[in-house]
T-cell receptor, first 115, second 110 residues
Framework: NAGVTQTPKFQVLKTGQSMTLQCAQD?????MYWYRQDPGMGLRLIYY???????DKGEVPNGYNVSRLNKREFSLRLESAAPSQTSVYFC??????????????FGPGTRLLVL | GNSVTQMEGPVTLSEEAFLTINCTYT??????LFWYVQYPGEGLQLLLK?????DKGSNKGFEATYRKETTSFHLEKGSVQVSDSAVYFC?????????FGAGTTVTVRA
């Protein structure tokens, strides 16, 4: 039982390049999330997927797209990377939406540097 | 909107010292409150939570009480260890998402 896994662990991009961050969970959770973590700002929600087949914008969706490929996998795509997207990206999952007392389970993160 | 404010760090303590990290929140309705911990090089993991007023969450010697009258959820531990060195995040759950505080870095020295 690996929990939430993310690939890659670290990536360097040049401005304008594209890439996809992969996330998978093996806990049979319905809901999945993408966050970015920046110094002094905590975690901010980029996109979330309440259930397979649905995706919705979070607080900071500009410059990103997501795909809920199946129940296990939720990918985050940067179409044209910008230096402002330099951050640590975390994927998380929960049994249901985090509207009540649901616990979210986090992956180890992807550190992205955009030059 | 919903927001969480937690004390700024970094906090540096000696082993066996008492730790308090203050957290206050602004929310409509009755959110659930959480403390997450992030150890170096890892993702966040749930430390404890409380779902209604006056509930006390506890885990690994840490405690926090949901105080609606003061809109607070302060984290405490009576005797910290070096292994408690981490970043601690206070968060509230309302609607569809978690709102996180900025995080407090705690370093415990032997």
């Amino acid at each position: 039982n690996a929990g939430v896994t993310q690939t890659p662990k670290f990536q360097v991009l040049k401005t304008g390049q594209s890439m996809t961050l992969q996330c998978a969970q093996d806990m049979n959770h319905n809901s999945m999330y993408w966050y970015r973590q920046d110094p002094g700002m905590g975690l901010r929600l980029i996109y979330y997927s309440a259930s397979e087949g649905t995706t919705d914008k979070g607080e900071v969706p500009n410059g990103y797209n997501v795909s809920r490929l199946n129940k296990r996998e939720f990918s985050l795509r940067l179409e044209s990377a910008a230096p402002s997207q330099t951050s640590v990206y975390f994927c998380a999952s929960s049994v249901g939406l985090a509207g009540g007392s649901e616990t979210q389970y986090f992956g180890p993160g992807t550190r992205l540097l955009v030059l | 909107g919903n927001s969480v404010t937690q004390m700024e760090g970094p906090v540096t303590l000696s082993e066996e010292a008492f730790l308090t990290i203050n957290c206050t929140y602004t929310a409509t309705g009755y959110p659930s409150l959480f403390w997450y911990v992030q150890y170096p090089g890892e993702g966040l993991q749930l430390l404890l939570k409380a779902t209604k007023a006056d509930d006390k969450g506890s885990n690994k010697g840490f405690e926090a009480t949901y105080r609606k009258e003061t809109t607070s959820f302060h984290l405490e531990k009576g005797s910290v260890q070096v292994s408690d060195s981490a970043v601690y995040f206070c968060a509230l759950s309302a609607g569809y998402k978690l709102s996180f505080g900025a995080g407090t870095t705690v370093t415990v020295r032997a």
